[in-house]
Structures are given as structure tokens and as C-alpha cells.
């Protein structure tokens, strides 16, 4: 498919007709940006109901990360489905969740042996983490940082601090937990330049937390996301991560780096603490392991991951269709896909930066490989907010036939499947351009 085609007004009639059928009988708590329908997809192009074709920059929120209904991908299941659907790993064995495990232990960013543990999503991998510290260490604090997000389920949510919206209604949050700064290098929130610091963020944890809401030795885990997600896209400096292991090793604490959206690929890595050189003790995976398919995944040093049967269950993760689905995933990241992100990436990158000369309201542009961060601002010396700027852009791109979406409270993510190419690269810079002149009449 050819991206973007559009043929209708949007949205058109039988899009229209869909959204009002949604609006009668679907939860309201769904964050709909804008009226696209999806009838198929192929690669990173997406067609709707009424046959307008767009360009997917989001990917699902970055889930579809081998593309729309990759071949490869799709024989998988096909070929595990004809065998069997279901039968729980909780209770039984079947070799799609043993050779997943395997895959795992062999691809996680850190030495020695490894466990793991299958659940359906990354809200679920993440609870599985935190019950897994609190078993394991027999403490029960759990520290996360701000502008975090880890999930929706009560014991994630306890962690995640994205929109104070996610959490309304739903106090109180889980005891135990805590939050310290993120290294929002553009945004320092302790006032430093990103040229001089030396992550002194973490002063706040150690000197704050640490020292006045609750002692180190009963901290069970630190989660941190190696690159923020829906904070903004936020990429901390080199320092940040080292000084939290050194700190998390000090007091004991274990370290889990939630990969969900980072992982797979997504940074033109194969997962993005290796871009930090820091290696956690325990990563959470999701979102693009499976090319869609539902699967969480939690992975512990073997010596961390010592609960008991009883402990801990999921009656339908590491499902063996997901499983199969997440090799052929693998497979293809392996043989490509992890290289296309880091190449088309760093273009994508480029072409972005250059938008800076035209376009006063882009105050960053931030990322790894095909996740990438474009935080809209009034001004560039006060570095005000252009919220209600960046929603029109992404409206904007939407009308000219491709899927972007918002991060944090001000910046547009990039976040498209892995097989992306130059050429649709540069079809969404020139959008994006397009799409800022509209909203602001740069020209």
C-alpha cells in the first residue's frame, strides 16, 4: 500500500458510522486522538474502512514493531494455532514457552544465568517484577521516578507519575512506593545545565528519599525506564544510569529496567540499557516482543528469581500462539530489523533536527533509533509548553494521512514499525513540516 492515499473526507462515512457505534458501547476511559478506523495494514502503512491509506509513525504504541501482518510473523501463529491454542503454562509444559525462556536468556542485557516469567502485557510484566523484589529481597519499599509509566493495574499504577489523570479516582496508591526526579536533562529539575551535570538528580533520591521517607535496607527495587516513554521520549545522560546502579548495588536494591516500550529493537538496540552500558538485574518486556500478540514478559538473574511454585501464575501469559509469534519476532530483529532501526533512525533524527531552522516551536529533538521525541515549545529561551499546539499538530498530520501521537505534555513521538525505509522517513518529515506550518504559519 502505497502511504498516504487519501480518498474521503476524514472521517469518512464508514468510519463515522463505526466511532458511533463505539461511543454507545465502549468503556469512555479510552483515549481515542483522532478518528482513524483500521481495516488492514501492511509494513508500516495502515488502511482504514473507507480505504484511506496512512503512514503509521505510531505503530500501536510502538507494538507492531516488525509492521502490520509481517509474513513471517503471521505463518507463525498460523502454524501454532493448527497444533493448539491454550494450554496453561501455569500447569502444564509446552516448548513455545520453553524456547522463549531460552531466546530470553540469551538476549537479556545482563550476565549470568536467567528465569523468566510470562504474563499478557506490560502492566502485568511489571507487577510480576514487584512482587518478585518484595519476595526475594523481604523488603517491601519499591522507588520509581517521575514522569514514569509502568502500567494500570493498581500496583504498576502505584508507580506510574506520566499524567496525575491515570491516577485519579484510584487512591490510594499501593504503600511503599516512591518517586525521585527523572533525568529530564532539557528540563534539569534541579536547575543544572546538561553540559555539566553529573546526573545530580539522584542527589534528591539519596540525600531526600533515602533520608527522610524510608531507609535503604528496607528498599526492595528501583524501576526505571532507560529511556522515558510516555514522560516525553526523555533520553538521560550516560551518568544517570550508572550512578543508579552504583547507588542501587550500595543499598542492595534491585534494579529493573522496564523495557516495555524501549525494547525489542525500538532504539536500534536490542534493548536500551545497552545504550548505557549498565547492566540491571531484571527487565520487563512487552509492547513490540510479539508484533502485537499479547505477551508480557519479566526476566530475573536466576538467583533473584527463586519464589516458590504457588508464588506467582498467569493462566494465559506466555500463551504458546504469543511465544510463537515472539520468535519470529525475534528472528526478524535479529536478522535486520534492529540494524533498519538504528540506520532509518538516525535519518529520521536528521531530517527532524533540521526542522529546528524553520520551526521556532521545536525546542527538542531527542531519541534512539525509531523512538524518537519532538518537544514543541512557545519559546525556546523560557521553554514554555506548546500543549495545546502539539495536539494540532498531531491532528494535523493525521489529516495529511499519517499516525503520530503525543508524549508527555508536549512533545510528538515518533514511534513507527522497524521495517520503516528512508523513503517513508521522509515522507513523515516532510508531513511533520507540513503539519507545524499549519499550526503555526511558519513558512
Known amino acids: 500500500m502505497d502511504a498516504p492515499n487519501l480518498k474521503t473526507p476524514l472521517p469518512g462515512p464508514k468510519a463515522k458510522a463505526l466511532i458511533d457505534r463505539d461511543d454507545r458501547v465502549v468503556s469512555p476511559s479510552y483515549t481515542r486522538g483522532y478518528p482513524f478506523v483500521i481495516a488492514r495494514g501492511l509494513g508500516a502503512a495502515v488502511e482504514d474502512v473507507d480505504g484511506n491509506v496512512f503512514l503509521d509513525c505510531a505503530a500501536g504504541i510502538a507494538v507492531n514493531s516488525t ?26 509444559y509446552y516448548e513455545p514457552q520453553v524456547r522463549l525462556a531460552e531466546e530470553m536468556d540469551a538476549i537479556a542485557p545482563f550476565s549470568g544465568p536467567k528465569r523468566t516469567f510470562f504474563s499478557n502485557s506490560g502492566t502485568e510484566a511489571n507487577e510480576a517484577a514487584m512482587k518478585l523484589a518484595r519476595y526475594h529481597s523481604k523488603r517491601h519499599g519499591v522507588i520509581a521516578f517521575l514522569g514514569s509509566f509502568h502500567g494500570r493495574t493498581l500496583g504498576s499504577l502505584s508507580l506510574t507519575s506520566s499524567k496525575a489523570l491515570q491516577r485519579k479516582g484510584f487512591g490510594p496508591p499501593m504503600g511503599g512506593t516512591y518517586h525521585a526526579p527523572y533525568a529530564t536533562c532539557y528540563r534539569c529539575p534541579v536547575g543544572l545545565k546538561p553540559e555539566t551535570c553529573q546526573a545530580e538528580c539522584l542527589g534528591f533520591l539519596e540525600d531526600q528519599v533515602l533520608m527522610h521517607l524510608v531507609s535503604p535496607d528496607e528498599v526492595a527495587a528501583v524501576f526505571v525506564e532507560p529511556i522515558q516513554g510516555e514522560g516525553g521520549y526523555i533520553v538521560p545522560a550516560t551518568q544517570f544510569h550508572e550512578r543508579l546502579r552504583a547507588l542501587t548495588k550500595k543499598h542492595g536494591m534491585i534494579l529493573i529496567a522496564d523495557e516495555v516500550q524501549s525494547g525489542m529493537g525500538r532504539t536500534g538496540k536490542m534493548f ?11 527487565i520487563t518486556s512487552a509492547k513490540g516482543i510479539a508484533s502485537g500478540m499479547p505477551l508480557g514478559v519479566t ?62 516551536i521545536i525546542g527538542d529533538v531527542r531519541g534512539r533509533g525509531l523512538m524518537i521525541g519532538v518537544e514543541l515549545v512557545r519559546d525556546r529561551q523560557t521553554k514554555e509548553r506548546a500543549s495545546e499546539e502539539r495536539d494540532r499538530v498531531v491532528d494535523e498530520a493525521f489529516a495529511r494521512g499519517m499516525l503520530i501521537l503525543g508524549a508527555g505534555r508536549n512533545a510528538v513521538r515518533f514511534s513507527p514499525p522497524l521495517v520503516l525505509t528512508k523513503a517513508q522517513a521522509e515522507t513523515a518529515i516532510r508531513i511533520f513540516d507540513e503539519s507545524l506550518s499549519a499550526v503555526t504559519g511558519a513558512t
Do not use: Y
Request: proline share 4%; hydrophobic share 45%; with cysteine.
Open 67 to 92: 509492521g502490520h501482518a509481517h509474513p513471517a510473523v503471521v505463518q507463525a501463529i498460523i502454524d501454532q494455532a493448527q497444533k493448539f491454542l491454550h494450554m496453561s503454562g501455569t500447569d502444564f
Open 272 to 282: 536500551a540499557m545497552e545504550h548505557f552500558g549498565v547492566e540491571p538485574d531484571m
Open 299 to 360: 526476566t530475573a538473574r536466576a538467583e533473584v528469581m527463586d519464589w516458590t511454585p504457588g508464588a506467582h501464575a498467569s493462566t494465559f501469559g506466555g500463551n504458546p500462539v504469543s511465544c510463537a509469534a515472539a520468535m519470529a519476532t525475534i528472528t526478524l530483529l535479529k536478522d535486520s530489523l534492529v540494524k533498519n532501526s538504528a540506520e532509518v533512525g538516525a535519518f529520521l533524527m536528521d531530517g527532524l533536527t533540521a526542522l529546528k531552522d524553520k520551526h521556532q
